[in-house]
Nanobody, 127 residues
Framework: QVQLVESGGGLVQAGGSLRLVCAAS????????VGWFRQAPGKKREFVAA????????NYADSVKGRFIISRDNDEKTTYLQMNSLKPEDTAVYYC????????????????????WGQGTQVTVSS
């Protein structure tokens, strides 16, 4: 089973940028999805963005569209979340996750369909 490790979190001012990195212990299977989720204190974990590994097609939560960009590297082990125009409401622990799926069997925004998770990285956005 793949192991995932997030990095790149930190403290930034509103309007600033961060790039989160999800490093996998093994190369991704082509029929897979890597997603980013976040959880703020007192809130349920919510979907942020996802990318289908082979197609590089992407999916974003409405709250981050136009501000965040998810991408993957050619090393087939690394996924990025570029976070721009950050807002205080983006403050959360950010997690990356993987699900093995294809076509209509993929549920990119559903936490329960992911079977591997990282430990999370803290993102704090100040006013």
């Amino acid at each position: 089973q793949v192991q995932l490790v997030e990095s790149g979190g930190g403290l930034v001012q509103a309007g600033g940028s961060l790039r989160l990195v999800c490093a996998a212990s093994s190369r991704s299977i082509s029929n897979s999805v890597v997603g980013w989720f976040r959880q703020a204190p007192g809130k349920k974990r919510e979907f942020v963005a996802a990318i289908r590994w082979r197609e590089r097609s992407t999916n974003y939560a409405d709250s981050v569209k136009g501000r965040f960009i998810i991408s993957r590297d050619n090393d087939e082990k690394t996924t990025y979340l570029q976070m721009n125009s950050l807002k205080p409401e983006d403050t959360a622990v950010y997690y990356c996750a993987r699900q093995y799926c294809s076509g209509n069997g993929c549920h990119e925004s559903s936490e329960s369909h992911y079977d591997a998770w990282g430990q999370g990285t803290q993102v704090t956005v100040s006013s």
